[in-house]
């Protein structure tokens, strides 16, 4: 079986597959094509793929793969009608993408997508790896800009006070930003609106910031809920009010599908010290900010605010990696026969079943189209469409 691997678009500095993975996949009876150049801007070379058992070739040859692997969603007219595409494809906030793999018949597997409750699916689980590093590099980006230092010093010119960080979400990306920012020398205080989360926030050396009347706003596939417009006030309100004299303020706020929720508005904004600094983790989906502008750094009332996307993206070694990883444990869990066998009773693919204590009533797993048409399970995505 050949697998093509696609080199990503303009702007996009990982790999989906690196060189230490392609021992395993040949090993399963996989022949990897590389596209020339596709690891080139997370620092492997051609021959590191060729030394590895890959074949690299041009675009054009890798298009003549029925599998592919990519993290981005590439032009779906390159690819041939009836392949397999892998990839990260966010189809809730990308319907037209599905439209067209359906038109075209494209096998389309959105990694995002995968039920990340299942211990077998956490191996493949790309949405943890990923996030995992951009809350590392939002405490970077943050402690880079603040115009202080981070830990507490003892010098014989007196005593600098260490940095207070406020992480607004404690999910994979507010944990690692809350023990990052921990390890370098911080005080940390943390939000989350799962009541739950206050046991995750200390045991990593966070203080929890609880709101009265908090319950515990988790849906069944683990994310947060959508709040209502009075109780996100009063969350916005109360974190903000603690982030009010803080150094540094990491949002890390998404709801599944949707944009994201402002948790910081103009107006708190403005009761922040001068200096302080904002990274905004979501700029890509609307921003937790109001004055976030996507892609960009400004300043606003005297506050730094860092609205750089893809932040997994700014550490490409480490993150093509990572991917790499769960797409190469994915593929292989596949595999029968030297050939990608989709077993439609895979939970993973599927979603679980209703006996299951981790269905979740419309969602399905990764599997979003195939032979022309949306898996049966994907009802919410159907209603969008």
């Known amino acids: 079986m050949e697998l093509g691997i696609l080199k990503e678009p303009e702007g996009e500095m990982r ?19 590389v596209e020339n150049g596709a690891g080139d801007l997370a620092n492997h070379s051609d021959d590191e793929y060729v030394k590895k058992g ?3 070739a041009s675009r054009d040859e890798v298009l003549q793969c029925k599998s592919f692997i990519s993290i981005n969603v590439p032009d779906l007219d390159e690819i041939c009608k009836g392949a397999t595409l892998m990839c990260v494809a ?16 494209i096998t389309l597997i959105s990694m995002d997508m995968i039920p990340r409750r299942l211990s077998r699916a956490q191996s493949m689980d ?4 990923q996030d995992n590093l951009s809350g590392y590099k ?19 010119a007196g005593t600098v006070k260490p940095a207070k ?3 607004m979400g404690s999910g994979v990306a507010g944990l690692q930003a809350i023990a990052t920012a921990k ?10 609106v799962r009541k739950s989360a206050a046991e995750q926030i200390e045991s990593v050396g966070g203080r929890f910031i609880e709101v009265e009347g908090m319950d515990d706003f988790e849906d069944e596939s683990g994310y947060a809920k959508p709040l209502t417009p009075e109780f996100i006030q009063k969350v916005n309100e109360t974190v903000c009010e603690v982030a009010s004299d803080a150094d540094v303020i990491v949002t890390t706020a998404r709801i599944f599908g949707r944009p994201a929720p402002i948790t910081i508005p103009e107006n708190a904004v403005k009761e922040f010290k001068t200096g ?5 983790m979501n700029s890509d989906v609307g921003g937790n900010c109001e004055l976030t502008v996507p892609g960009e750094i400004v300043t606003s009332h005297g506050v730094k605010i860092i609205g750089i996307e893809n932040l997994a993206g700014t550490i490409p070694s480490t993150a093509s990696m990572l991917y790499s990883n769960n797409l190469t444990n994915f593929v292989i869990s596949l595999m029968t026969d030297g050939k990608i066998n989709l077993d439609l009773n895979d939970d993973i693919l599927v979603g679980p079943s209703e006996d299951s204590d981790f269905f979740v009533d419309g969602m399905g797993g990764v599997l979003i189209c195939m032979n022309g048409e949306l898996h049966s399970n994907q009802k919410r995505l159907g209603g969008i469409l």
Do not use: C, Q, W
């Open 90 to 105: 966010d189809p809730f906030r990308n319907p037209d993408v599905v439209r067209k793999a359906i038109s075209s018949e």
């Open 183 to 192: 390890r370098m020398g911080a005080i940390v205080y943390a939000s989350d």
């Open 54 to 56: 890959a074949k690299v």
């Open 138 to 156: 939002a405490v970077l980006l943050g402690a880079s800009h603040v115009p202080k230092g981070i830990p507490m010093m003892t010098t014989s």
């Open 15 to 33: 790999v989906s597959i690196v060189p230490n993975s392609i021992p395993k996949l040949v090993k399963s009876g996989i022949e990897v094509i």
């Open 276 to 280: 302080a600094v904002i990274v905004d």
């Open 126 to 129: 790309v949405n943890s790896s």
């Open 165 to 167: 960080f406020v992480i």
